[in-house]
């Protein structure tokens, strides 16, 4: 596979999700930063990912950094610290693809749905970044576990936004990350795919497992 010169950067790149796309990605032949408030701990997570992802391109940097060297961000941080970092960094996001890869879970009880005032924690996002910044929502349901592995991932990742060329832009990553993106509609159905994490939660603790989400009917190639 060829390198792909676009730079993924990854806000809350240290975090299991985070990490686990981090590894996808480079992989893939992206560049990656990994990002976080503490530059050393990112530091530590690129280095390690990329002695197991084949991929050299991972550099560990601040989460200011990563926004502003990025093209392309996709935001992992865990949902209570969400607002804060995109605070932190927000003049850097214009003009860019943001993917939003945030649950809005509500401890204890994360395997039960909680929906946002918005509609969904992705609208609110796009109301927080303003009309400048491109936001699609991603990877909710992926088994963070999963995406440090070298395996195929048999779930599809659903992909919400309002601009369609932004959606086949994520959806051409996910393809070469491994995994199958659709597009899922208009970024208000994001409620859907956020809520389906809490319900695989459960399901995952019930029957012990890593479950995702599969969409029956769509011929594709297994890659």
Sequence with gaps: MAEDTTVIGILGGTGAL?????????RAKYRVLIGSRDIERARQAASELASGSDGPNLVGASNVDVAQQAD?????????DRDKVLKEVH???KGKVVVDATVPLQPPKVSVVHLR?????AEEMQLLL???????SA???VAAAKLKTTNLIDCDVLVCGDDKDVKERVISLIERMGMAGLDAGVLANSVVAEALTSVLIGINRR???EAGIRITGIARTEK
């Design 18 to 26: 985070g990490s686990g796309l981090g590894f996808r990605l480079a």
């Design 72 to 80: 392309l961000v996709i935001v992992a941080v865990p949902f209570i």
């Design 91 to 93: 003049s850097y996001l």
């Design 117 to 121: 005032p918005a509609g969904s924690g």
């Design 130 to 136: 303003g009309s400048d910044v491109k936001v699609v």
């Design 139 to 141: 990877f909710q349901n």
């Design 207 to 209: 029957y012990k497992t």
